[in-house]
């Protein structure tokens, strides 16, 4: 018995253990940026092939598009697993294209609306009677915006979409290729890009958010970690796709950079963050990104779009014209290649016709049910009423 005990108990861990988190963080920054270096020396592997964006090959080729090429998200998942064996299904949106070109606005929109979309979805299987078993919860957690350190802050853009984005996703801004900021620089870059957050009034992710309900007095530690995050914002990182493993374990596995003077590692806490921002992200506040996501941002958005059907116009930014939405239907989320998103904008068409039917039928199917609850409240309380009138005509009651 003890014997089955035992082993039921290893079971028991290593099912656990075999279901990975699923979790999924976009990536946003300008043409050349360094998001698929970053992507790559975020999860230490080579996820995106760096040479593949460089330009729109010809069939990205869109003569339709004010841009004059099909801009897309790409999405590719990786899976991650820790040394305590804690295993996690990382999607990754990438943004290769944007901020190429004048108009902006439909790639706003394309980003935009790829976030707000994985919210529709599960909207609509949270209201299915009979839920799908197979439905993978493609919502993001967090969104990483790169931030061209110019020496001026944040761009006109930068401020238009992160001010859309904080609304709808945990945003953390981040400056790139922080090797290439003397240190002076770097200060001054950070403080310039906190001081137009504030002046723009763009509620970037609060490691110490209310929400979190974080004690100073008696977790006081937890209170100083989430001080520490908030004052690293935005974090400052370097990246490199060129790896070295050594058969000597006391240089082992390295991701660094080359230098006319020599090798610095990416993970060198004096030159960059995405050590931290990778503990941070992946292991320390991966929870509270999810939770975040699913208690606040959705909810607040789940509340708007059951009560308000422009949803899909915010602060008149996004063209009354609306122009298609682009996401692809593809839920196989376990690709480990990347793909275009993108679907034919016919279909996008199609696809948001039905979303919004489908959204429609949800909120008529609440207020039928309200309706009824209410009509079986009455007749309750007209029962309750014709009772107390009986009653009070047979004496049984005293006046
Ligand atoms: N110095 C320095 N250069 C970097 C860093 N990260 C990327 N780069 C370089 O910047 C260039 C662009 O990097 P990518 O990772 O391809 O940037 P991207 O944003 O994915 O570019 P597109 O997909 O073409 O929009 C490459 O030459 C990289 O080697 C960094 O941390 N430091
Ligand atoms: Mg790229």
Known sequence: MSDYIASSAALRKKKTLKKSINFSVMVVGGSGSGRSTFINSLCDQQIVDISANRLPGPQEFDPDSPLGFLFQLRRSNVELEDNEGVRISLNIIDTPGFGRGVEN?????????????????????????????????????????????????????????????????????????????????????????????????????????????????????????????????????????????????????????????????????????????????????????????????????????????????TDGLIDSNRSPISYSRDQSQFDAVTKPLVADSYLAREEQIRLEEERLRVFEERVQSDLLRKRQELEEREKELADIERRLASGAIDV
């Not at 529709?120 to 078993?133: C, F, Y």
């Not at 493609?138 to 992160?162: F, N, P, Q």
């Not at 509620?203 to 995050?229: G, H, M, R």
Request: hydrophobic share 35%; aromatic share 10%.
């Open 105 to 313: 606005l439909s790639q706003f929109e394309v980003i935009l609306n790829y976030i707000k979309h994985q919210y529709d979805e599960i909207l609509i299987e949270e209201s299915k009677l009979k839920r799908n078993p197979r439905f993978k919860d493609g919502r993001v957690h967090c969104c990483l915006y790169l931030v061209e350190a110019t020496g001026h802050g944040l761009r006109e853009i930068d401020v238009e979409l992160m001010k859309q984005l904080s609304t709808l996703v945990n945003l953390i801004p981040v400056i790139s290729k922080s090797d290439s900021l003397t240190e002076t620089e770097l200060q001054l870059n950070k403080r310039l890009i906190r001081e137009d957050l504030t002046f723009y009034g763009i509620p970037v992710y609060d490691f110490n958010d209310e929400f979190f309900q974080i004690d100073k007095e008696s977790d006081y530690e937890s209170y100083q970690i989430a001080q520490y995050l908030n004052n690293s914002v935005p974090f400052a990182v370097m990246g490199s796709n060129k790896v070295i493993d050594s058969a000597d374990p006391a240089t082992g596995h390295r991701r660094v950079r080359e230098y006319p003077w020599g090798l610095v590692d990416v993970d060198d806490n004096a030159v960059s963050e995405l050590s931290v921002l990778r503990n941070t992200l992946l292991i320390s506040h991966l929870n509270d990104f999810k939770e975040y996501t699913h208690e606040v941002l959705y909810e607040n958005y789940r509340a708007q779009a059951l009560g308000n059907d422009d949803r899909y116009e």
